[in-house]
């Protein structure tokens, strides 16, 4: 017997996501020896197998319909979240973990700034006020004399920030017309593909494979199916709110549990970032509630 949606199961689902997202730099720090390529590969085929069995578990005899109307449109979703895994787990074994969900957080500003060129939709001055102090804290975060290893980190958590928008706006762009969790499933069997390559060997301990099969599983795949159930009963202005927990937690665990103290211009600067969050997010339901 299924129970229906309600906002107050929405939130819960959306508040448990952002917990379970921010747990990846923990991971990520208790791998001990495996080559990121290598947890990459196994995270993300660890991904699909969850999300698979999710849709399996919600469309019973409909599940290959489900992959039979996956539309080109719909293998941009793919691909672009496959990439932004890539990035975002390099981001992780490049970086501090603060620094990384920081400068993601950015992500609905980068989100805005392409439905604008894509779709035309317009961009509201709270937005664009959000997005220049949003900026401001990103260069405070990196300008603290961050090393070589670090701007590549950066650099790939930025890629990342740009993967996740482009599938935010296919997404959009898609709107209801179909089902796209089929094609968010395949995100991980692409993201193995696109590894094999730079791959140096499948070999991994059974400790490290763990921990990448708990990133793929536990972290993103919980995660994203939380989110998706959350969706349907929560406004979309609130989503970002509700899922802060992730940015909020994720340098709190590495700190607890890993003793990873980020800096005074990393916690300064994500102030900064948060706090334009936050500011889009109620300006948003502001909008919301203005408009109902």
Request: hydrophobic share 60%; proline share 3%; charged share 10%.
């Amino acid at each position: 017997m299924t129970h229906p949606q309600t906002y107050a199961r929405g939130v819960l689902f959306i508040l448990l996501a952002g917990i379970f997202l921010s747990t990846a730099g923990l991971l990520v720090r208790n791998i001990e020896s495996a080559n990121p390529w290598t947890v990459l590969f196994y995270r993300s085929l660890a991904f699909s197998v969850t999300v698979l069995l999710f849709v399996f578990w919600h469309n019973r005899r409909s599940t290959l319909q489900r992959y039979r109307e996956i539309r080109p449109l719909d293998l941009i979703v793919t691909l672009a979240l496959g990439m932004g895994f890539i990035f975002y787990l390099l981001s992780l074994f490049s970086t501090s973990v603060a620094n990384t969900v920081l400068l993601l957080s950015t992500g609905p500003f980068i989100a805005a700034a392409l439905a604008w060129l894509v779709l035309r939709e317009r961009v509201a001055g709270s937005t664009v006020a959000a997005a220049l102090v949003a900026i401001i804290g990103v260069l405070i975060m990196v300008s603290g004399g961050i090393s070589a290893t670090d701007w590549r980190g950066v650099i790939y958590a930025l890629l990342a920030v740009l993967a996740f928008a482009v599938m935010i706006v296919t997404l959009r762009k898609i709107g209801t017309q179909r089902d796209t969790l089929a094609a968010v499933s395949l995100a991980g069997v692409a993201a193995a593909l696109l590894c094999l390559p730079f791959m140096p060997t499948f070999a991994i301990s059974g400790h490290d494979l763990l921990m990448a099969i708990m990133l793929g599983s536990v972290q993103i795949g919980f995660g994203f199916i939380l989110i998706t159930l959350g969706t349907r009963s929560v406004p979309s202005a609130q989503v970002p709110l509700l899922a802060l927990g992730e940015t909020a937690l994720a340098p709190v665990w590495v700190w607890l549990f890993v003793a990873e103290v980020p800096t005074v211009n990393t916690l300064f600067g994500g102030g900064l970032v948060l706090a334009a969050v936050l500011f889009q997010g109620l300006a948003g339901l502001r909008r919301r509630s203005i408009s109902a």
